[in-house]
C-alpha cells in the first residue's frame, strides 16, 4: 500500500459519501450495527469511520444510555461523518490513529470497525490496540472485502483502467481494498496481537446502481483511485471515468445496474 492510498482529500470526501457508501457500503453497514447492537453494548469505540455510514446505522440500532466513540484518522472524512449524524448526546467524535489509540485500557466493552483494516499500515500493531482498550469479555468486530474478482464492479474498474493505461494500469483497487483477504493471514495477525477466538464469516451481497455512469463516477472520482489516475495524467480524469462507464455499460447494461459484492466478516475475542 502507498501512502496515497490513504488520502480522502479534497472533493473526495464529499463524492465518497454521496456516490460510493451508497453503492457498497450501506449493506454492510447495517449488517455491522445488527451485529453490534445484538450484543447489547454500553461503551463502543469506531475506528476508521470515514464519513459515519456504520456510526449512522449504529447510532439507529442502539438505545439511549451508551456511550460512542467515533474516530479517524482523516479528520475531513470525520467533518462529513460529524454533520451527517447531527447532534446525539451519546456519540463524540475524535481524530485518531487506529495503531495508536488516546483511551484508556478496558474502557470499552466493543471496538468495530468498517472497510478500515485494509488501510493499516501496520494492522497487528492496531489489533493490538483494540485489545489493549477493550474489557477481557469485549469483543472486536470488523470487516474487510474478499478478493476483487468477487467484487465485481472493482473488478471491471480495475480492468479498464488498465487498458486506458496499459504502461502503468492504476492498481489501487486491487492493491489496497481488495489486499487483504487471505483468512489465514488475518488469522495469524489477530493471534500475534493477542487475540484468541477468531470467527471469520464470508458475506456476499450486491451492489446497486441507478446508471453506470454513477459506479464509474464513484469509483474513479471518489476514492484515492482518483489519485492514481491524475498521477499518470491529470487531464484525462474525465476520460478515465467515461471509459469506466462505457466498460460497465456493455458488461452491464446501459439501465440500472447491479452486481456482486463480498466480504469477511471478523468476530475476535481477547
Known sequence: MSNADKVFAGSVPGIYDTYFVPLIFSDYADDMARRVAALSPSAVL???AGTGAVTRAIAAALPHGFRYVATDLNEPMLAIAAQ??????????????????????AEFDTVCCQFGAMFFP??????????????????????????????VFAHDVTMALGKLFPDDPPRFMARTPHGYCDQAIIRADLERAGFGPVSIEIRPA?????????????????TPLRGEIEARDASKLQAAT??????????????????????LVITARP
Request: with cysteine.
Open 206 to 222: 450486491l451492489s446497486r446502481a441507478p446508471t453506470p455512469d454513477l459506479v464509474a463516477f464513484a469509483y474513479c472520482q471518489g
Open 84 to 105: 451527517r449524524q447531527g447532534e446525539d448526546q451519546r456519540i463524540s467524535w475524535r481524530q485518531a490513529d487506529a495503531s495508536a489509540l488516546p483511551f484508556d485500557d
Open 46 to 48: 469506531e475506528t476508521a
Open 242 to 263: 467515461d471509459a469506466v462507464a462505457e466498460a460497465i455499460r456493455k458488461r452491464h447494461g446501459s439501465g440500472p445496474v447491479e452486481a456482486k459484492i463480498q466480504a
Open 122 to 151: 501496520d494492522r497487528v500493531k492496531a489489533y493490538a490496540e483494540a485489545k489493549r482498550v477493550l474489557e477481557p469479555n469485549g469483543t472486536f468486530l470488523f470487516n474487510v472485502w474478499d478478493r476483487i474478482e468477487e467484487n
